[in-house]
C-alpha cells in the first residue's frame, strides 16, 4: 500500500458533482463502459441477479465459462463494488457471491441489453444474410 | 457465396417467435450481446445517434480510436443492420453512416449503460479503493 492512499479517496476527476464524458478518451467512465459491457460480466451480474450463489454453481449455470475467466471476472466485479464475495469457513471452504444495490442498479440498466438481444436477434440475422448477399455481388 | 443462401434467410434456431437466452453456450444472442456491449460499437452508435456522419468525423469525435478499429466496428455495425453506409461518388469519394430504426432500438437500451457509467463512476472508483485497501493489509 502506497502512502496517502486515504488521501486519494475522492478521486479529482470522479467527483459526484461532474458526470463522466464516454466519448473522452481518458475519461473513467470509458474503461468501465468497457468492463460491464463486457459479455460474462452481464451474465454473471444477470445470474447473481437472481440471488446469491457459489463459485460452483456459476460455473455450471453461465455456460462456457472457463474457471479462469469466472475467477478473474469475479475479482473485477468485486472490485467495482457490484458484487460482494462472502468466505464460510468450512472445509472446503464455501465462497459465495452476492450483487450489491450498485450492481442491482447497473442490472437494471444492463437488462434493457439482454431483452434487446434476445428478442431482436432475429432481425440481426437477416440483416446479416442481406449485407453477405450484397458483398458477394 | 454457397449454393442455398437464399433459403437460410430464416435461421431455424432465431425465429422471431423463439426468445434467445443469453445464458446458453451455442445461442447467436451470446455472441450477439458481446458485439453490441463492445465500448467502440457503443460509442459510435451514440454518435450516429446525434445525425449522419462521416468517416473523418467520427474518428475525430470518438476520440481514441484507431483508422482500423474505427472501419471494423462500422463494417460489423453495417453488417448487424444497425447502420448504413452511404457512398457519394465525389472526388474523393464521401461516405456517411447513419443509424437505422434497428440501431436506434438498440441505443435506447444502451443509453440507460451510458448514464449508468457516467453519473456512478464516483462510486465504483470509491469501492475499487476500497478494495485495493483490503487486499493491501
Not at 479517496?9 to 463502459?33: H, M
Not at 463459485?55 to 475467477?71: E, H, N, P
Not at 471476472?73 to 459465495?96: C, K
Request: with cysteine.
Amino acid at each position: 500500500m502506497q502512502d496517502g492512499t486515504f488521501l486519494s479517496l475522492d478521486y479529482p476527476n470522479v467527483t459526484t458533482s461532474k458526470r463522466g464524458d464516454v466519448f473522452a478518451r481518458n475519461c473513467p467512465t470509458r474503461q468501465l463502459l468497457d468492463r460491464v459491457g463486457d459479455k460474462w460480466s452481464i451474465l454473471l451480474l444477470g445470474m447473481l441477479g437472481e440471488g446469491e450463489m457459489r463459485f460452483s454453481a456459476l460455473k455450471r449455470r453461465v455456460d462456457g465459462i472457463s474457471q479462469k475467466m469466472l475467477a478473474q471476472t469475479l475479482r473485477t466485479l468485486e472490485r467495482d463494488g457490484l458484487i460482494t464475495r462472502h468466505v464460510e469457513p468450512t472445509v472446503p471452504v464455501s465462497v459465495t457471491y452476492a450483487i450489491t444495490p450498485l450492481g442491482r442498479e447497473l442490472l437494471g440498466a444492463l437488462q434493457w441489453l439482454i431483452d434487446w438481444a434476445e428478442t431482436r436477434m432475429s432481425a440481426v440475422a437477416q440483416a446479416q444474410v442481406a449485407y453477405d448477399l450484397r458483398m458477394a455481388v
